[in-house]
């Protein structure tokens, strides 16, 4: 049997990291809690966007009608919610909002998921009047606005029906504010020539009967400051596309390779029947990145992209990727091991993708492939080359706060990275990283080069009532320039319990 008797060296590692953390460095950023408000149960504070010229918050809601709930702002220690925007005459529900200059966008996904849907233009001054509504591709997941306001990009993920017998194409709509919302959305089928070389680098297209564009699903946005270049992740394609704004032109797909598993530097914690919390070992296996959300940031004359690697999969009625390792038969050459790689202490648990893996198609796996990079990955936005994958977000919260590692979701996706956010004080970039499992928000320090430093944990329990992030959504940072108190702000949204939540610099 193959069994890591570690616990005695963890916790003599954990300590001396709690003790590290627990030691501020000099001239630290930190933040405290300042409020919070709770909008409903489950889904019901999903992404928030900040209107400095109102002094409001517009939120996701998707508890019961889909709406977006109105929150007074103009006192950030006191939020008052205000009367909310109801969309259900528009489409079948709203995924994401943003806000630029005084207007207000909404993505609609369309009565039927799998429809077109819709891009909603409200004045955040005169709510009560009817929105502008543009038709783009089918289920725009996110929706953002250039930085200097002309355009507004929505990322349509174009995912398939239940039983898979209907799949849309994925698209990114780019939408021209200044000639009246003219709006043009681009599809992927032109790079469908390019496939057998984007495949050998780490990308995928699985879906049962699915031509490359109709694979594609794009899922979250960031746009350079010059308001130039967009970026989509494509996350169960594992790549993230590049668009020229002002050509209106997908440019390129960057495949985003694999981690290998087996190196020194890549461990990660595959049991949730192991008793030990934390166990962070090598495996035989490799992992997809399949980043949600992305964000941007400029050094010089370059745009560098950070990714927060949470991994997803396709598990439908008609088609689904995911077994555990115990399930499947393992290559005996490949893995003389596998009784023992196939007790549930070891890998035999953890869910891994069918959708490769069976090099010689001889029907059992030669290879393992893992699903999400369970890490912060900064990438080049030029040309796609990884600077740096920052792979200790796990270790950062055992050192932290051991109590929030969820050791029972070690055999899916571990902490979930999910959202990422990125601000700037006093001249230092600063990383937001919500993890979804964890009900924590990991705040980071990240330099011109790539590295990244361990700044503090938000766990969002400081008195405040019942206050706390089950399962943060969103994450929205407002400058203090910005700001109605004149200092930094970051918003969580927790989509598990309906709560907001202020952070003060």
Known sequence: MIKIYVLGASLLLLAACTERM????????????????QIGGATAAEITAFDPSTKRL?????????RVDVIDFSDPSN?????????DAYGGGVNSVSV?????????????????GKVLVYKTKDLAASPVQILVGALPDMVTFSPNGRFIVSANEAEPNADYTVDPEGSISIIDVEKGYAVETLGFASFAGQY????????????????????????YVTIDHSSSYAWVTLQENNGIAKIDLRRKKITDIFPLGLKDNSLAGNELDVSDRDDIVGNLQNWPLKSYFLPDAIASMNVGANTYLVTANEGDT????????????????????????AEALQEDENLGRYTVTTSAGDVDKDGDFDVLYGIG??????????????????????????????????????DNKGVEPEEVEMGQIRGRNLVFVGL?????????????????RFLQLLDGIKGLGDSGHDAPEGLFFIPAEESPNGRPLLIVSSEGDGRITVYIN
């Open 436 to 452: 979804e499992r964890s009900d924590a928000v990991m705040v980071y320090e990240i330099s011109g080069s790539g590295s990244v």
């Open 79 to 87: 939020l008052v919610q205000l009367s909310p925007i109801y969309i």
């Open 100 to 116: 630029k200059n005084g207007l207000l966008a909404m993505a609609v996904e369309g009565f039927e998921k799998t429809d077109l």
């Open 314 to 337: 396709r598990d439908y009625d008609g088609y689904g990727e995911e077994e555990r390792v115990k399930d499947l038969d393992l290559d005996p050459t490949a893995f003389p091991n």
């Open 58 to 66: 517009f939120v996701v809601n998707n508890d019961g009608v889909s």
């Open 373 to 410: 990079g369970r890490s912060l990955t900064v990438w080049n936005g030029g040309n796609g080359a990884m600077v740096k994958d920052y792979v200790d977000l796990e270790r950062d919260l055992l050192s932290a706060n051991s109590s929030l590692y969820d050791d029972g979701r070690s």
């Open 22 to 37: 627990n030691r501020p460095f000099p001239g630290n950023i930190t933040f405290a809690e300042l409020s919070s408000i």
């Open 196 to 219: 057998p070389t984007l495949k050998a680098k780490g990308f995928r297209i699985f879906g049962p009967g699915a031509s490359f564009a109709q694979d594609i699903e794009p899922e």
